[in-house]
């Protein structure tokens, strides 16, 4: 029975995707501009609502098995190709299995260039997620550091006999956070590899990933940041190439000129051969260093013949650099309109001005966009290496095309809504949860049934203000770019909804210049940790020095010590103030408040 201080998001979930399914079914399309496109948005709502929805009746160990046993059979069935297969011909040429990863090697080349030591410790780093030897209720910098160290042997080695050597203050800081270890003989604790579990993925599927040991994961986050920095200098900054693919999914769902191909598995698909075959020898040397080449399973621990899967930071970059070759390998050949970008290290050189725009073949992970024309070339030897196409999400023909979160057809949006499951259960959680809803339905409600008519008589609305009534909720208010959880984002038409409805409001206080001070909800991490100050100090003066900064003894006197906070954390209402709203709602408030 739920307590009386959480709530059943099952029975929520269910009601509200109930509710959006009934309103679009009333969709009137004699008034519809595009009615081919709103019927195709109609189809992906209905089988959207929940596709995500991580449900508590769900059976997490039948679904842990599942995706266990999923990525057991892709890591057992990785094998090398016939090296002399011919698989393509151009004109009186053929082109083996080898010639295409000669020339995969030689883009991979262009696109890292060399490796080079220095640059690489200095992007070592620790991230803010789990690691094998820390725990998810403290997984502070301080918590990192703590002895004992864990890793794989040659992740080990190498710090002990490299990276402390090239930062000897960091390892003075370390040894003086020993915490109870009396001497240094038991200050790392070796591990075989990695660790898996999984994390959910749709309703009724689950995605496996791995938990590398502490220390690996410090040289794979340096190993990424400077892949990152190699891909950005050669005109794929993954910071934009989200909003980059949106742009070019919609141009394709238009003309057609481009397919959009997406995997299955294809993180846990990167054979260890390929990278192998394909990566600069000083490149594979430090990836295959900081892999971990084993990975337990339930107790069983199995060899990694595939590179890596999620959880290796360096798995996402590797992803995005095997395709990227592929597909300039297969333009190369098929003589496509290729305009590789010029590295910004080389501009200097080469005497040129500006990077050449990548243009049609881009790559986000394993989100690829290319030509058409040769994207029944490229399916068909991704496959050969060992990569499986997801036909339901790969589109080569038609007028739909999906990529990194957008969907189009015909140029419209016709993204589906999809309701993701709470953090937790408890009643503090819900209101943030139904603020995220309400944000993404609205903006949905008025593309598809007009400004005028998409307040009237919609069960989303009656059921969704209903809960909130219900649990004596006052809906909160905020500007425009605050995050979907927040609170409900204000719009010029957000009055009119609120006024047919009837809802309950969090007051807004508007100051006699226009300035506004309102009540949102945000995370919030209560709990504290002591910190190690050395650790912290030392941290924030390699960041600086990352950055360019020039640090002198002022900026040395400033430096922040605040405490690590725990990962437990909990939603809490805050106050905030602003002039920088889009419209300013009117006095008018006071009378439903």
Not at 22 to 44: C, E, G, H, K, V
Not at 51 to 70: C, G, H, P, R, W
Not at 86 to 106: A, E, F, H, P
Not at 529 to 551: M, Q, T, W
Request: charged share 20%.
């Amino acid at each position: 029975m739920a307590s009386s201080c959480s709530f059943d998001p099952d029975a929520i979930a269910t009601s509200i995707a109930s509710a959006i399914k009934n309103d679009l079914q009333r969709i009137n399309f004699d008034t519809i501009l595009d009615p081919d496109a709103t019927r195709f948005f109609q189809n992906q709502i209905t089988s959207s609502v929940l596709k995500k929805f991580d449900s508590q009746k769900n059976d997490v160990d039948t679904l842990e098995l599942t995706a266990f046993a999923l990525f057991e059979s892709i890591n057992h069935g990785t094998k090398q190709p016939d090296f002399s297969q011919v698989v393509l011909t151009q004109g009186l040429l053929t082109y083996t299995v080898s010639d295409i990863l000669s020339l995969m090697r030689s883009w991979v080349s262009f696109i890292l260039g060399d490796f080079h030591l220095d640059e690489f410790l200095l992007n070592c780093k620790h991230s803010s997620g789990v690691s094998r030897g820390v725990s998810y209720s403290d997984t502070s910098l301080t918590a990192k550091w703590k002895l004992p160290l864990t890793g794989t042997k040659r992740s080990l080695d190498f710090l002990r006999n490299c990276y402390f050597q090239y930062d000897f203050s960091l390892k003075g800081a370390v040894i003086g956070n020993r915490r109870g270890i009396p001497s240094l003989d038991g200050w790392t604790e070796v591990k075989e590899g990695s660790k898996a579990t999984t994390v959910p993925k749709q309703s009724d599927k689950r995605r496996m990933i791995a938990i590398e040991p502490t220390v690996n994961m410090f040289f794979q986050q340096g190993l990424m940041s400077v892949m990152y920095d190699r891909l950005a200098d050669f005109g794929y900054d993954v910071t934009r190439l989200p909003e980059i693919h949106k742009k070019l999914a919609r141009r394709a769902s238009i003309d057609g000129g481009l397919s959009t191909i997406d995997y299955s598995s294809a993180s846990d698909s990167v054979s260890l051969w390929l990278v192998r075959e394909i990566f600069p020898r000083d490149w594979f040397f430090y990836l295959d260093m900081f892999r971990s080449p084993t990975i337990e399973i339930l107790g069983d621990v199995l060899p990694l013949h595939v590179y890596a899967t999620m959880g290796n930071a360096t798995t996402f970059p590797v992803e995005s650099v095997v395709f990227l070759s592929l597909m300039f390998a297969i333009g190369q050949i098929r003589h496509d309109n290729i305009r590789p970008g010029f590295p910004k290290r080389l501009i200097a050189n080469l005497g040129l001005r500006t990077i050449i725009n990548p243009g049609s073949f881009t790559v986000f992970g394993d989100d690829c966009i290319l030509p058409t024309n040769i994207s029944s070339d490229f399916i068909r030897l991704s496959s050969l290496i060992g990569f499986s196409v997801n036909t339901e999400k790969s589109f080569t023909d038609g007028r739909f095309r999906e990529s990194c979160g957008g969907d189009y057809y015909r140029g419209c949006d016709v993204r589906g809504v999809y309701l993701r499951t709470p953090v937790n259960n408890k009643l503090s959680t819900l209101e943030p949860w139904l603020y995220t809803i309400v944000n993404n339905v609205i903006m949905k409600y008025i593309t598809y049934f007009g400004r005028l008519t998409y307040v009237y008589e919609k069960d989303f609305f009656r059921v969704v203000f209903a809960i909130f009534r219900r649990h004596k909720l006052r809906i909160k208010l905020v500007p425009p770019n605050f995050p979907d959880d927040s609170g409900v984002r204000w719009f010029k038409d957000l009055e009119r909804l609120l006024k047919i409805y009837q809802v309950p409001l969090s007051p807004i206080h508007i100051g006699d210049h226009g300035t506004l001070s309102f009540y949102y909800c945000k995370w919030s991490y209560p709990q504290t940790l002591p910190a190690n100050e050395d650790i912290l100090y030392y941290s924030e003066l390699k960041k600086k020095f990352l950055r360019g900064h020039v640090i002198s003894k002022f900026d040395i006197t400033r430096l922040s010590f605040r405490s690590p906070k725990r990962r437990r954390g909990t939603y809490v209402v805050a106050r905030g103030l602003s002039s920088f709203w889009e419209f300013i709602p009117t006095r008018s408030f006071s009378s439903f408040n």
